[in-house]
């Protein structure tokens, strides 16, 4: 059994590039811990790295069955909390869980880090619908119903996007067996992504009557994009968003400025932090990957279904991360996707 060069080399020189947009950037040491608030520095990026050669290495098929039914049985119990939680604030009106808006976050500490654990974990609830029997499949269909309930409650747009997505892949295994099509997977999460990117930009439009939105998704990508050309080949060093958004004015100047450390798309932040060097290196990245995965899923037989379900999460990871901030639990599945897709059982 061997390493597929292919993915290793795409994953290697995107995190060289890491380093050394890092050591040209704007603060070397801020580039190395992370921001103040997330320590999502090199340090950390380095263990996703080190956890994708890993299973690029060691991960055998006989490991399947129970890291599935782990993320499954996990994601189910997060669920549960989750809509304890709103048991708590919608029934019983606990207003010591009223902060984010009525949207809840359980333990992940905010709404959209949750609303994004639960989306890149649901197909691993569907995988388990789909190899259990009769007995016990009624059980993980009211696990995934639970979570829709879940998703709901973060209130979140993009997770509802996600759900249609799902609800579609649903009816194309309904309708078609054996439905086993990468490349339309692929083109129909392009699409409703490329869709979203005007909600993207203009959810905040209902507040603009009333004030700036500092915070709004256009002055944060409009800055971001003004002072990617001020360092468009390196960018301003790994973690430095906050430099970047700084950096320029749109659209006037403000004397008290929000914080902005991440930039709310992971496209955009490794545009902004590691130049079209390192963006190039992500996007080929990504691109094989893509490739293997539909190799996988078209020649791995019984396995089939497993590397629908981790094609899945890779490309809801993809979807939903370009929508808003994300947290280590969400990244976590798209570098064991990786490393999994990497391992080359035929050798």
């Known amino acids: 059994m061997t390493i597929n060069m292919k993915l290793l080399l795409p994953v290697f020189s995107f995190f060289l590039m890491a380093i050394l947009s890092s050591v040209v950037g704007v603060d070397s040491a801020k580039s190395w811990l992370g921001n103040y608030f997330r320590s999502d520095g090199l340090f950390a990026f380095s263990h996703l790295v080190v956890l994708f050669i890993l299973l690029s290495v060691f991960f055998n098929h006989s490991w399947i069955s129970p890291l599935v039914f782990t993320v499954a049985i996990s994601t189910a119990m997060v669920s549960l909390g989750t809509l304890a939680e709103a048991f708590r604030l919608y029934v019983l009106k606990d207003i010591t869980l009223a902060g984010?808006?009525?949207?809840?976050?359980?333990?992940?500490?905010?709404?959209?880090?949750?609303?994004?654990?639960?989306?890149?974990?649901?197909?691993?609830?569907?995988?388990?619908?789909?190899?259990?029997?009769?007995?016990?499949?009624?059980?993980?269909?009211?696990?995934?119903?639970?979570?829709?309930?879940?998703?709901?409650?973060?209130?979140?747009w993009a997770g509802l996007i996600i759900l249609t997505l799902i609800f579609i892949f649903l009816l194309f295994k309904f309708f078609r067996k054996n439905f086993t099509n990468?490349?339309?997977?692929?083109?129909?999460?392009?699409?409703?992504?490329?869709?979203?990117?005007?909600?993207?930009?203009?959810?905040?439009?209902?507040?603009?009557?009333?004030?700036?939105p500092y915070e709004g998704r256009e002055r944060i990508v409009r800055k971001l994009l003004l002072s990617i050309r001020d360092r468009p080949i390196l960018g301003w060093g790994w973690a430095n968003v906050d430099y970047a958004f700084k950096n320029s004015v749109w659209p006037y100047p403000v004397d008290f400025d929000v914080y902005v450390d991440k930039a709310h798309s992971t496209l955009l932040e490794i545009l902004t932090t590691m130049g079209?060097?390192?963006?190039?290196?992500?996007?080929?990245?990504?691109?094989?990957?893509?490739?293997?995965?539909?190799i996988r899923i078209s020649k791995e037989g019984q396995y089939s279904k497993f590397y629908e379900t981790i094609f899945l999460s890779f490309l809801i990871y993809l979807f939903h991360s370009q929508t808003n901030i994300i947290s280590i639990n969400e990244e976590l599945f798209f570098w064991m996707a990786l490393g999994i897709n990497n391992k080359d059982?035929?050798?």
């Open 100 to 156: 984010w808006g009525g949207a809840l976050g359980f333990t992940f500490g905010h709404p959209a880090y949750l609303n994004g654990f639960l989306m890149v974990t649901t197909p691993f609830l569907f995988y388990q619908i789909r190899i259990s029997n009769r007995k016990y499949k009624w059980i993980w269909i009211t696990f995934f119903i639970l979570q829709i309930f879940a998703i709901f409650s973060t209130k979140s």
């Open 182 to 212: 990468p490349k339309l997977i692929f083109f129909i999460f392009l699409v409703f992504t490329l869709l979203s990117i005007p909600v993207y930009m203009y959810k905040d439009r209902e507040y603009r009557t009333k004030s700036f």
């Open 276 to 294: 079209f060097v390192g963006f190039t290196l992500y996007i080929l990245l990504l691109w094989q990957a893509y490739h293997f995965f539909q």
């Open 345 to 347: 059982h035929g050798a």
